[in-house]
């Protein structure tokens, strides 16, 4: 029922509003108010153990909050009774380990969950180094304490976090109001794995678009590249088959056919091969730095020169579509 001071929603069995500390009052069905003659009387000791389980149950809840309390409270009732804790199957954590301990707020098992595989594969490869087989042993039990031992200990793990939670609160406090308010503060459930799941799934996303387009805008700024290298590339040749076409010989270096030899900026160094014509460009910066393509002479009957651009030591799809026959 809602607090009549706050307005907290609590459960039907509390005592004490999670929210104020407040007494709720006893109109909740199934609820009794605590009688004040707890411990007078041929039934008080009966009635005093069953408010001080009643009080028990009511931390556990508060301790679990409102997301499968009855599942947990079953079984740590189970526990109550047998005095310790028992393996069960625990499929969230065994789906989620990591994200079901952030989401019991159990912040430090998270953290060892998160931290020890790394340092478990740290020293199995260090032990699969020296023994490939006691390496391999090695790796299934990694296996297994990962993936299998974390669901079966999950219950009794989650019920000694709960119980830590009531006894700090009972520690630090013996009025029941505030041991109530300690215990709905600090435990229940947090959305902070949520959260982390999305801030994770944003950066993996993120990590995954960079990895696609960051490659692919390189090979177009490298194309683009190549494309003006070539452009300047044809003007060398034509220079040269010219001079070729008038002379009947090939010039003994570029400055016998251009004015100003220094290459554009997208290239590191422009060559002649004086024996055969052939013409080098080595192109510069970026991942195509060093990587070379060349215009290769072919002369008619007549002495009219064609070139053909192909490519040495680069990927053909970086060049112009005329590199790439």
């Given at each position: 029922?809602?607090?009549?001071?706050?307005?907290?929603?609590?459960?039907?069995?509390?005592?004490?509003?999670?929210?104020?500390?407040?007494?709720?009052?006893?109109?909740?069905?199934?609820?009794?108010?605590?009688?004040?003659?707890?411990?007078?009387?041929?039934?008080?000791?009966?009635?005093?153990?069953?408010?001080?389980?009643?009080?028990?149950?009511?931390?556990?809840?508060?301790?679990?909050?409102?997301?499968?309390?009855?599942?947990?409270?079953?079984?740590?009732?189970?526990?109550?009774?047998?005095?310790?804790?028992?393996?069960?199957?625990?499929?969230?954590?065994?789906?989620?380990?990591f994200w079901w301990l952030l989401y019991r707020k159990m912040w430090?098992?998270?953290?060892?969950?998160?931290?020890?595989?790394?340092?478990?594969?740290?020293?199995?490869?260090?032990?699969?180094?020296?023994?490939?087989?006691?390496?391999?042993?090695?790796?299934?039990?990694?296996?297994?304490?990962?993936?299998?031992?974390?669901?079966?200990?999950?219950?009794?793990?989650?019920?000694?976090?709960?119980?830590?939670?009531?006894?700090?609160?009972?520690?630090?406090?013996?009025?029941?109001?505030?041991?109530?308010?300690?215990?709905?503060?600090?435990?229940?459930?947090?959305n902070i794995a949520l959260i982390l799941a999305v801030v994770m799934?944003?950066?993996?996303?993120?990590?995954?678009?960079?990895?696609?387009?960051?490659?692919?805008?390189?090979?177009?700024?490298?194309?683009?590249?190549?494309?003006?290298?070539?452009?300047?590339?044809?003007?060398?040749?034509?220079?040269?088959?010219?001079?070729?076409?008038?002379?009947?010989?090939?010039?003994?270096?570029?400055?016998?056919?251009?004015?100003?030899?220094?290459?554009?900026?997208?290239?590191?160094?422009?060559?002649?091969?004086?024996?055969?014509?052939?013409l080098q460009f080595v192109l510069a910066s970026g991942p195509a730095?060093?990587?070379?393509?060349?215009?290769?002479?072919?002369?008619?009957?007549?002495?009219?020169?064609?070139?053909?651009?192909?490519?040495?030591?680069?990927?053909?799809?970086?060049?112009?579509?005329?590199?790439?026959?």
């Amino acid at each position: 029922m809602n607090c009549t001071d706050c307005g907290t929603l609590n459960p039907g069995y509390a005592n004490f509003c999670a929210g104020c500390g407040k007494p709720v009052p006893a109109t909740t069905p199934g609820r009794q108010e605590p009688s004040l003659d707890v411990g007078k009387g041929p039934e008080g000791p009966a009635a005093a153990k069953a408010q001080a389980l009643e009080n028990e149950a009511e931390l556990y809840g508060l301790a679990i909050g409102d997301k499968n309390r009855d599942y947990y409270l079953r079984r740590f009732e189970a526990f109550d009774r047998a005095g310790t804790t028992s393996v069960g199957w625990h499929w969230p954590a065994f789906f989620c380990t990591f994200w079901w301990l952030l989401y019991r707020k159990m912040w430090g098992k998270a953290a060892l969950y998160f931290f020890l595989p790394y340092l478990l594969a740290i020293a199995l490869g260090g032990l699969a180094a020296v023994s490939p087989t006691a390496g391999g042993l090695g790796y299934v039990v990694y296996l297994l304490g990962i993936f299998i031992v974390p669901p079966l200990i999950s219950n009794g793990g989650y019920y000694r976090h709960c119980q830590r939670l009531v006894a700090k609160a009972r520690a630090t406090s013996s009025n029941p109001q505030a041991q109530v308010v300690l215990v709905a503060s600090k435990g229940g459930t947090s959305n902070i794995a949520l959260i982390l799941a999305v801030v994770m799934g944003v950066v993996a996303g993120i990590g995954i678009l960079a990895a696609i387009a960051l490659p692919a805008y390189q090979d177009y700024t490298t194309r683009a590249k190549a494309t003006s290298a070539l452009m300047y590339g044809k003007t060398v040749a034509a220079e040269v088959g010219s001079f070729y076409e008038a002379q009947g010989r090939l010039p003994g270096s570029l400055a016998e056919v251009l004015s100003d030899t220094r290459p554009p900026y997208e290239l590191k160094d422009v060559q002649l091969n004086t024996s055969n014509g052939v013409l080098q460009f080595v192109l510069a910066s970026g991942p195509a730095n060093g990587r070379t393509f060349q215009l290769i002479p072919s002369a008619d009957a007549a002495g009219r020169v064609t070139w053909v651009c192909k490519p040495v030591d680069m990927r053909p799809s970086l060049l112009p579509s005329e590199c790439r026959r």
